[in-house]
């Protein structure tokens, strides 16, 4: 009887912001709005992307996939969040509901590291090496690239998701967050956590670190190409190409870092918190929109269905 208290639990207890009662209300029609605009704006972006001929590269292939990427991304966290937000006490998940919901969490989290990776190589391979853009970004290669991706993101998940979930953990834990991130859930293990973090975290950084190199060397050759272009308006036009992937991957690679890779030493419950917030809900959020005010294909491709759509006077 002893060990019973060791024993894989059937539910934990998620923290939310439980603890800040009178932010509860606000956030849950902040969350609520910024989802549905989430929602809307990604949904927008696989429509036009499959609709309209001009976006029919594979620029806009793996913009598709990043925002197919993005709405299971949100769906994954967002309604428990609101379910969360709605009640002032901490809420109860299953064991095997956050196993779950971590799972997909590094699943998407890790796949689109690797598509936004892909993303900066399409960008590469369009104005370093364009005669060979055809051969390099064919269809079979994209589909590729895009199975690579989630082929990784699941691999990565399973180790760490198995890895975690197979540690004991002390009776009744509260997760102080509002989803069942790696870190928090790991932290609440009786027993091995120390090699495990070590492990886990390890991962985490290389899954970061790698993606983010290889994008950041495609940049630099792309910015020696542009350097090397007479015309000031050729520089303008590439530039603009690549501005709105830049933001994007400014976003998403800067709040994983300050979460996953900063000193956790000193770091408060509430930053940690307001800082997965922010990756987890507003990010995906300004993807969308992000393409569709700095990239002219998307808006004429955006106008034109509008217009399509539009009774005829």
């Not at 060990?3 to 956030?27: C, M, R, V, W």
């Not at 670190?209 to 190409?225: D, E, H, K, N, Q």
Request: net charge positive; glycine share 4%; with cysteine.
């Amino acid at each position: 009887m002893a060990g019973e208290n060791h024993t894989t639990l059937p539910e934990f207890l998620l923290l939310g912001f439980s603890d800040h009662k009178a932010l509860q209300g606000p956030l849950f029609w902040v969350v609520l709005l910024v989802y549905l605009v989430t929602l809307l704006g990604n949904s927008l972006i696989i429509l036009l992307t499959q609709v309209s001929p001009a976006l029919h590269s594979p620029m806009y292939f793996f913009l598709r996939q990043l925002s197919v990427v993005e709405l299971f991304y949100t769906t994954n966290i967002v309604p428990r969040t609101l379910a969360n937000l709605a009640f002032p006490h901490p809420q109860a998940i299953s064991f095997q509901g956050c196993a779950a919901q971590m799972y997909v969490f590094i699943v998407l989290g890790i796949s689109e590291c690797c598509l936004l990776t892909a993303m900066a190589y399409d960008r590469y391979v369009a104005i370093c090496q364009p005669l060979h853009y055809s051969t390099l970004l064919s269809p079979r290669a994209c589909m590729a690239m895009v199975g690579t991706s989630w082929l990784t993101g699941i691999i990565t998940a399973t180790t760490h998701a198995s890895l975690i979930f197979s540690l004991p953990f002390a009776s009744h834990p509260i997760i102080p967050h509002f989803l069942c991130d790696i870190l928090p859930v790991l932290r609440l293990a009786s027993a091995g956590k120390h090699k495990s973090e070590i492990s886990v975290m390890t991962a985490t950084v290389v899954f970061i670190m790698i993606p983010f190199s290889l994008i950041v060397t495609s940049y630099i050759r792309i910015l020696g190409a542009i350097l090397a272009m007479a015309s000031t308006q050729s520089r303008r036009k590439v530039f603009s190409t690549c501005s709105s992937h830049l933001l994007v991957v400014s976003l998403f690679f800067g709040t994983a870092s300050i979460t996953y890779i900063r000193p956790q030493a000193g770091s408060s419950v509430t930053t940690d918190r307001v800082l997965s917030l922010f990756y987890t809900v507003v990010t995906p959020m300004l993807n969308p929109i992000i393409y569709t005010l700095r990239n002219k294909d998307v808006r004429r491709a955006l106008q034109h269905l509008v217009k399509r759509q539009s009774p005829l006077p």
